[in-house]
């Protein structure tokens, strides 16, 4: 059984979020709660996670604070649904979930797959934007550029937006430069 506990602070605005990782079974489960001033509005959504032993995303849950709430399930091959089990068409061929705000769901195409020195690779991500929960399709990219010691240096890219993240040994962020610092 793997547990592992970790404190990311927002460096973009006032803000945190705790995160624990567990397995159960065949399953990597992820807790979280994360808090942030949005305009001067305090913000805190609660996400669950569901993940098979090859970090293909099962499931996610999301609520706020006021009780809005996002549920979707995948079969971890691109097929994705509501909390209805209606069908989500537009989100056909995305494996992986990126949410806006936690470091966290960086962590998901890279621990998938072997990557090399300069490889670069195309994801089709569901996007999940936070405090609005919208739901779209977006294409993202990573390239592993080095490594440091023990901890792995991609670009990210997606759209407009371009970073060099840091990831430790297991995959996990460890800056995010402008956006996100692992405290713990």
Wanted: glycine share 4%; with cysteine.
């Amino acid at each position: 059984m793997f547990s592992k506990e970790m404190v990311w602070e927002n460096k973009e605005t006032f803000g945190c979020e705790y995160l624990k990782l567990f397995t159960k079974e065949n399953a990597i489960l992820a807790e979280s709660t994360v808090i942030y001033l949005n305009r001067n509005s305090p913000i805190q959504i609660d996400y669950q996670m569901e993940f098979d032993d090859l970090w293909r995303t099962k499931s996610v849950n999301i609520k706020d604070r006021k009780g809005k709430a996002l549920q979707i399930t995948s079969t971890g091959k691109g097929e994705w649904f509501d909390q209805h089990g209606n069908r989500m068409s537009e989100l056909n061929g995305a494996i992986d979930v990126d949410i806006s705000a936690t470091p966290f769901t960086n962590t998901l195409p890279i621990n998938r797959l072997d990557w090399k020195v300069n490889q670069k690779r195309e994801f089709e991500m569901v996007y999940l934007s936070i405090p609005a929960l919208n739901v779209q399709k977006t294409t993202q990219t990573y390239t592993f550029i080095e490594s440091i010691g023990k901890n792995r240096v991609f670009n990210f890219q997606s759209q407009d937006f371009e970073s060099f993240i840091t990831f430790d040994e297991l995959g996990f962020v460890v800056d995010y430069p402008q956006l996100f610092s692992r405290r713990y």
